[in-house]
Structures are given as structure tokens and as C-alpha cells.
């Protein structure tokens, strides 16, 4: 009974401990911290500003972002700016009202990717 117990503190030490060092490697990985616009959010088109704001600096080169329109068609987006150097900015035009799909994919300073994707919807203006 007495050594089961220790067992099972051992065990929950050990988790703790992993838990830990895992949250410390995954800071040097690209973490988005903020979007613009933001997640489920609502923006007027057709014109619409894009943002994306990771906690370390990343490598735009190889940066993806890729829309996806209410009809499912893929375009991919032109990356026009990256200042300061954790943002990517891009611009999507011409939107028509709906629900869009930005999936994007960043590449940090520790050569981890990653990815994800942010749904937003357009309104008229
Ligand atoms: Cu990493």
C-alpha cells in the first residue's frame, strides 16, 4: 500500500517535471499570439488586411498563407511585410461576404513549423 503510494508520487513528479521541460522547448516554437482578423470575427470586405503575430521571430521565406474562399477555392497570399520580425502581414482583396478559411504555416528560428487556421467571415462594408 505504502509503496504504491511512492510509486504514484514518484510518477506524478515525473509528469510534472516532463510537463515542464515540454512547456520549455515549445517556447522557442512559433506560438500565435494574436491574428488579425481575429479568430470567428467578423471584418468588412472586399478589401481585408491580414495579420499574424507568433511569440519568436520567424523566417518569411518560408512562411505560407493560404485562403480559402466560402467555395472552398485555394489561394495563396503574397507576404508584404514582416515588421517587426515575429509578424506577417498580407493583404487578401476583392472578398466577397462569407466565411473564409486562413491557413498558415511558420517556420521559427529553431526550424520548427507551424501551423494552423484561422476562420473569419466577411460582411458588406
Ligand atoms: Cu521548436
Same mark, same amino acid.
Request: proline share 7%.
Given at each position: 500500500?505504502?509503496?504504491?503510494?511512492?510509486?504514484?508520487?514518484?510518477?506524478?513528479?515525473?509528469?510534472?517535471?516532463?510537463?515542464?521541460?515540454?512547456?520549455?522547448?515549445?517556447?522557442?516554437?512559433?506560438?500565435?499570439?494574436?491574428?488579425?482578423?481575429?479568430?470567428?470575427?467578423?471584418?468588412?470586405?472586399?478589401?481585408?488586411?491580414?495579420?499574424?503575430?507568433?511569440?519568436? /521571430?520567424?523566417?518569411?521565406? $518560408?512562411? =505560407?498563407?493560404?485562403?480559402?474562399?466560402? *467555395? #472552398?477555392?485555394?489561394?495563396?497570399? &503574397? %507576404? !508584404?511585410?514582416?515588421?517587426?520580425?515575429?509578424?506577417?502581414?498580407?493583404?487578401?482583396?476583392?472578398? /466577397?461576404?462569407?466565411?473564409? $478559411?486562413? =491557413?498558415?504555416?511558420?517556420?521559427?528560428? *529553431? #526550424?520548427?513549423?507551424?501551423?494552423? &487556421? %484561422? !476562420?473569419?467571415?466577411?460582411?458588406?462594408?
Amino acid at each position: 500500500m505504502y509503496a504504491g503510494r511512492r510509486i504514484l508520487l514518484a510518477f506524478l513528479f515525473f509528469v510534472a517535471a516532463a510537463s515542464l521541460l515540454l512547456g520549455a522547448s515549445a517556447f522557442a516554437h512559433a506560438v500565435l499570439l494574436e491574428s488579425s482578423p481575429a479568430l470567428k470575427s467578423s471584418i468588412p470586405g472586399p478589401d481585408v488586411p491580414l495579420r499574424l503575430h507568433v511569440n519568436v /521571430r520567424i523566417d518569411a521565406a $518560408r512562411t =505560407r498563407l493560404i485562403l480559402v474562399d466560402p *467555395d #472552398g477555392s485555394l489561394q495563396t497570399l &503574397e %507576404i !508584404s511585410g514582416q515588421d517587426p520580425p515575429n509578424t506577417i502581414s498580407a493583404k487578401a482583396r476583392g472578398l /466577397r461576404p462569407g466565411v473564409y $478559411r486562413l =491557413r498558415w504555416q511558420v517556420l521559427a528560428s *529553431d #526550424g520548427h513549423i507551424t501551423r494552423g &487556421e %484561422i !476562420s473569419f467571415t466577411v460582411v458588406k462594408p
